[in-house]
Structures are given as C-alpha cells and as structure tokens.
C-alpha cells in the first residue's frame, strides 16, 4: 500500500552570491509510517572538488549537516503524530543562513520510503540517470558547434559506426576518402569519481580503436582523442591521468585536451 512520503534535497551553497550549488543528499519521512532518513555524499566527492576546487570546506560543512540529521534522525522517533512528524520535517529543511540549503518540500507516493529515498539519492546524487556516455555527449554538441563555424569543416565530419569482423563502435566525428576513414575524432571524458573507472574507460577506448586499426577498418594516426581531465585532480586522479596519457602514446594515440580548438580543427583540415 503507498503511503505519502515527502522528501528535500540537500544542496551544498557555498557562494551566495553566485547562487550555484551541487547536490549533497536527500532527506526524506513518511508521516504516516513515522519513518525519517536520509543519504549523505562522501566528504571528498570528487564532483564537489572539481565543480567548486574545494577540498576544506565541504569536509566539514558534511560532517555537521551529518551530526543535525543524525539527532534529527532520532528526534523523529518521538513524534508519532503524522502531523508532528510532517512539520518537524517541514522546519529542518525551512530556508536558514548556511552553507548547506534543502530544496522546498516535495510530495510523492510509496510503497516503500526506505528504497525510495536510495533512490532519489541516486538520482540526484549519484546521477544514476546520468552516465558518463552523457557528459561526452555533451562534449559532442560543444564540438559541433565549434566546426559549424568552419565552412570547410561544417558539414565534413559525420557520425559513423565503424567496425569489423571483432569490433564495432560509433564515433560522432568521422570523414572518409573514397570510403575509407581519414579522420576519426572522439570526445572522451575522464571525470568518474574513481581513478581506477578513469582507467578502465581509456583500457576500453584505446581496445577499441587497436582492434579497428588491426582489422583495418582505420589507421591510428587518423584518431583523435580530445579529452576531458578532472579540473582540480586529487593525486590518485594525477596519477590516472599521467598513465592514462602514456597509454595514448605508448598506442600511438593522438590526443588534445578538448578546449584546444586550434589543435582539434587543424587535425580535421590535415586529413580532409
């Protein structure tokens, strides 16, 4: 049976004036069940660190919304009017002069207010609904927008699926002579909150284009790469970084960082 549940999300804020936050958490009750929780990201959350280059402050802006929701937490267990429940929550989350704002309530219906609010955590935390494919689409869309200003490279580079016997992938920026490849250009991002997922999405890409290259479906200096790194690196990010840059060379593997426009358009002209 569904019950209502109401749920704020957790934003940390730490310019005002900018008014930019990130995600943080979600708290959620159920008034009706006298159930209250919420999730909290990690202290070092690499999204955070690089969004905000901040280190210092959120550790410790974390660790006190942490110790409040935590005595909310209990606090909730004593209330067992609906009511009370509901306007206890309605307080926590009232708008106050901090680093650490939640979202104006919202209403939804559940059978299950412990599973739910996993999952919006998910979704708004994790970006469960988000995957790394998304953010280089959206590399993709800047880079389009980039060669539209180009006459000669406007309409010149196109979305391809390529692949042979053992291999097959789509590359969003591809020319071709005479049916065969010229130039092959891949946005690819870095930005996983894990060095060793930073790795294995270049282990996965550079398989790839080695399989395509000994198939013969491309020659690798046709290939470019034009990467995301993580903005403010942690030193194991630094590290991923460096090993994933020497596996690029070491495989022969052009790469650019993605906001060096001159490197990525003259690599497109030389091969068209």
Not at 233 to 254: D, G, H, Y
Request: aromatic share 10%.
């Amino acid at each position: 049976m569904t019950t209502p549940c109401l749920y704020s999300i957790i934003r940390y804020a730490p310019y005002a004036e900018t008014e930019e936050f990130a995600n943080v958490g979600v708290v959620l009750c159920a008034p009706k069940k006298n159930f209250f929780c919420y999730h909290l990201t990690q202290s070092n959350n690499a999204r955070i660190k690089n969004f905000f280059k901040d280190d210092i402050i959120f550790p410790c802006a974390k660790d006190a919304i942490a110790r409040e929701l935590s005595f909310a937490q209990e606090q909730a267990t004593t209330l067992h009017s609906p009511e009370r429940l509901a306007n206890f929550f309605n307080y926590l989350i009232a708008k106050k002069e901090s680093v650490i704002h939640f979202s104006p309530s919202r209403v939804i219906m559940s059978e299950d207010p412990e599973i739910l609010a996993l999952n919006l955590f998910n979704k708004f935390v994790n970006h469960s609904e988000v995957t790394k494919e998304s953010r280089e689409l959206i590399l993709t869309r800047e880079l389009k927008s980039r060669f539209s200003h180009y006459n000669d490279l406007k309409n010149a580079l196109k979305k391809e699926t390529l692949g042979g016997d053992l291999t097959k992938f789509t590359i969003p920026f591809v020319a071709k002579q005479a049916g065969e490849v010229v130039c092959a250009i891949k946005p690819i991002t870095f930005t996983q909150e894990k060095p060793e997922k930073m790795m294995e999405h270049c282990d996965s890409w550079t398989a790839k284009i080695l399989r395509a290259a000994s198939e013969r479906v491309l020659q690798l200096s046709d290939v470019l790469f034009t990467i995301d790194p993580p903005v403010a690196p942690s030193s194991l990010e630094a590290k991923a970084m460096q090993e994933i840059r020497k596996t690029f060379e070491i495989n022969e593997i052009n790469y650019v960082d993605y906001r060096d426009e001159s490197s990525i358009v003259s690599f497109a002209r030389q091969a068209i």
